[in-house]
């Protein structure tokens, strides 16, 4: 669980750098087929290999690692920043009209706060 | 790409492990699972040491045996079918050993993994658990204060496999604990750093040979080279070795269930009742196929575990897999030679009443079977 969470990441890192998998692979020192199973999290990934893809996109390596490592409950112990921060994360993956949803369930619960 | 014979060189491995176990462990079994009070008999070290058994997932170029995953399950299950007690200070040290060679830089891996290693090799420990941080290991409270270019250690890890006995230990502290699992970091700790001491030892149901306690930090200084991997990234650092070491876990109870199976077969077939041995009763006999059924599913289940590390591949999901039903086929199968020994398997004069208190402990250590059954369900 924990590498597809990072596998994701990295995917979408390498997207917004506007690098192919055979670019990033080859940047790397990886085969394609390596690359695409680290970001399927079908393969194991060393902190070497974060390490380095890390600074192949000019990443800090808490982007990978910080809200990833999460199972089970732990989530829900989270200090309020981590929260924060992990649901701003999710947002940014939803499209528009699911954020226009999540928007309205979070007024409605405010409006009902004791 | 699916078979199932081992190679000529696991094979050799496998039998250089069972002269070992019936030779260095069966002997003394007994009489160290029957001492009382908490001594440790450094002797066995000694004769793993002589073996280089305590080096076993260390890479050769550090003195080690540098086996894959899948040739130390096959070790280790012949360890575990002598003594799971007396495997208990190795075991330990691989523990240590296979984050080390995870996550340690050069420099690190050249001035400790050697330690392990060869005749004059010590034991080492990984130290995750706390009195109030079990399951729940983002709770750690040990706390890790930089001071220049030392970081200053304080707090208490309980149940420690190998506490007071290792040359070091690799421990996982916090350097702030309100960020929970993001403040995490591990560190290789000498043994005789001074402020670090023994508390606690435990007095055990079964394992008895080991030596599980506490380790106290007071002011312990470790030196800046001796933090391991980037900062903050200690929750991956055990989530990743953890992985990679239950499944070995998981294989020495196989060890030990296949000894209280095959205890049991013996008795079955010489144990006279109504005239005729008792395996001639099927309720007797089919105990004997579950038995052998489930030890040969426990010990697959295993070795792809094993198979899966050893590609590289993310192993989470088949390590939980195998631990769980590895460690639970062994308190069952245990269980069920109790049961044909009868009130003989009740008494010490059998040792199947011993396998069964030693692999009790496996369901609990390295993650409880319900913390596995956790990181299952949230990969379905």
Not at chain 1, 90 to 110: D, V
Not at chain 2, 68 to 73: E, I, R
Not at chain 2, 370 to 375: E, G, P
């Amino acid at each position: 669980m924990i590498y597809k969470t990072i596998g994701k990441k990295i995917q979408k890192a390498r997207e917004e750098a506007g690098l192919s998998q055979e670019e990033m692979a080859s940047r790397l020192g990886y085969t394609q087929a390596a690359l695409s199973n680290y970001e399927l999290g079908k393969r194991r990934l060393y902190l070497a290999n974060i390490e380095q893809i890390a600074r192949e996109l000019n990443k800090p390596l808490s982007y990978f690692l910080v809200d990833s490592p999460l199972r089970g409950k732990e989530e829900q112990k989270e200090p309020p920043d981590e929260i924060t921060s992990e649901i701003i994360n999710l947002l940014s993956e939803l499209p528009t009209e699911e954020k226009k949803n999540i928007l309205e369930y979070i007024k409605w619960r405010r409006d009902r706060l004791p | 790409m699916i078979g199932f014979d081992l190679t000529e060189e696991q094979l050799n491995y496998q039998k250089m492990a069972r002269i070992f176990a019936e030779k260095e462990m069966k002997p003394y079994a007994d009489e160290l699972d029957k001492r009382q009070g908490t001594g440790f008999d450094w002797r066995i070290v000694r004769r793993f040491a002589r073996a280089n058994l305590l080096g076993v997932s260390v890479p050769k170029a550090y003195g080690g045996m540098g086996v894959d995953h899948l040739t130390a399950s096959i070790i280790t299950e012949e360890l575990g079918a002598a003594c799971l007690g007396i495997s208990h200070p190795a075991g330990g040290t691989w523990l240590a050993t296979t984050c080390l060679t995870l996550v340690g830089n050069e420099d690190q891996k050249k001035r400790f993994l050697p330690l392990v290693c060869g005749e004059k090799a010590m034991l080492a420990g990984l130290a995750i658990t706390e009195p109030e941080a079990g399951s729940d290991m983002a709770g750690i409270k040990t706390l890790a204060v930089r001071k220049g270019e030392r970081y200053i250690l304080n707090g208490t890890k309980s149940f420690i496999s190998n506490a007071g006995l290792g040359g070091f230990y690799i421990v996982f502290a916090t350097t702030d604990p309100q960020k929970r699992q993001v403040g995490l970091n591990a560190f290789i700790v000498d043994g005789d750093s001074p402020g670090l001491t023994l508390g606690r030892v435990e007095d055990m149901m079964g394992m008895r040979a080991g030596q599980v306690g506490e380790l106290i930090f007071n002011n312990v200084e470790v030196p800046l080279e001796n933090q391991l991997g980037a900062e903050n990234t200690g929750f991956l650092i055990a989530m990743q070795t953890l992985d990679m070491s239950r499944p070995c876990m998981g294989a020495g109870a196989i060890g030990a269930a296949r000894a209280a199976f095959e205890t049991a077969l013996i008795f079955a077939r010489e144990r006279k009742q109504y005239g005729r041995p008792i395996i001639e009763n099927q309720a007797i006999s089919i105990m004997l196929a579950d038995m052998a059924t489930e030890i040969d599913a426990a010990r697959l289940l295993t070795w792809r575990a094993c198979w899966l590390i050893d590609q590289e591949m993310d192993s989470t999901l088949a390590s939980s897999i195998s631990k769980v039903f590895t460690t639970e086929m062994a308190e069952r199968v245990c269980s069920r030679a109790i049961q044909i020994l009868g009130g003989q398997g009740y008494t010490r004069r059998w040792p199947v009443e011993k396998y069964y208190r030693d692999v009790r402990a496996c369901q609990i250590y390295e993650g409880t079977n319900q913390i596995q059954r956790m990181i299952i369900s949230s990969m379905l």
